[in-house]
């Protein structure tokens, strides 16, 4: 699997925007770009993915890079339900790839 | 979106003794199930890909014998700590694959904490 490269850590202010970074400069052209988190105690959660366009959900925005070298979680009003480990992952698409966790982003929200 | 269940939610029990813990897909179904541990402050470590009929594929370092898998229908896939003793407490959770080829998520349970005393 192509290797993903996260901050540890994030903080944030509640109700404000947060832009959550992933580096992933080996990836492939098949490779999709996933997110999930995992809140306290309970298991990851799908947040998003995309290919190459933007993409955008209910939960947050996906920012990808032209070169497909980097992306960017976007939450738009952080709130303390947002507190979690988010995890940027590379997948092939169409196969029966396992998802590989590194270490991820742990976002604290702060009132 | 897909829902997965896993039970039990939690379990502690003396060492030597096994552990059945399972994962059902609750509204799809599923070919293909992970199952995952994760000690505390770390990231999640797959331990093996549970294919329905057939034998699971385990990871290097995972010993078969001791973290058994059976998927024996396309909604339920069970792991089984054999012997079990201090050193397995952990978090496990397992996962399903659902959607189609370019759409395709990862639905998780809500994990097992096992702790063996």
């Known amino acids: 699997d192509a290797k993903t490269t996260q901050p540890n850590s994030m903080e944030s202010n509640e109700e404000e925007p947060v832009h959550l970074p992933c580096n992933h400069s080996t990836i492939s052209g098949t490779d999709y770009i996933h997110w999930y988190r995992q809140l306290p105690s309970q298991g990851p959660e799908y947040v998003i993915h995309?290919?190459?366009s933007n993409v955008n959900n209910r939960m947050a925005s996906l920012a990808i890079a032209e070169d497909r070298k980097s992306s960017t979680l976007i939450l738009h009003r952080a709130t303390l339900r947002d507190a979690a480990v988010y995890y940027c992952?590379?997948?092939?698409?169409?196969?029966?790839?396992?998802?590989?966790f590194g270490t991820g982003t742990r976002l604290q929200v702060m009132l | 979106g897909a829902v997965v269940s896993q039970h039990p939610s939690w379990v502690i029990c003396k060492s030597g003794t096994s552990v059945k813990i399972e994962c059902r897909s609750l509204?799809?179904?599923?070919?293909?199930m992970f199952w995952y541990r994760q000690f505390p402050k770390q990231s999640l470590m797959l331990m093996a890909t549970s294919n329905e009929g057939s034998k699971a594929t385990y990871e290097q370092g995972v010993e078969k014998d001791k973290f058994l898998i059976n998927h024996a229908s396309l909604t339920l896939s069970t792991l089984t700590v054999t012997s079990a003793h201090p050193e397995d407490s952990s978090f496990y959770i397992c996962?399903?694959?659902?959607?189609?080829?370019?759409?395709?998520?990862?639905?998780f349970g809500s994990g097992t904490q096992l702790s063996v005393l």
């Open positions: 509204d799809f179904q599923a070919t293909t």
């Open positions: 995309g290919l190459t």
């Open positions: 992952i590379l997948r092939e698409a169409g196969t029966a790839s396992k998802l590989t």
């Open positions: 996962s399903a694959r659902a959607g189609t080829a370019t759409n395709e998520k990862l639905f």
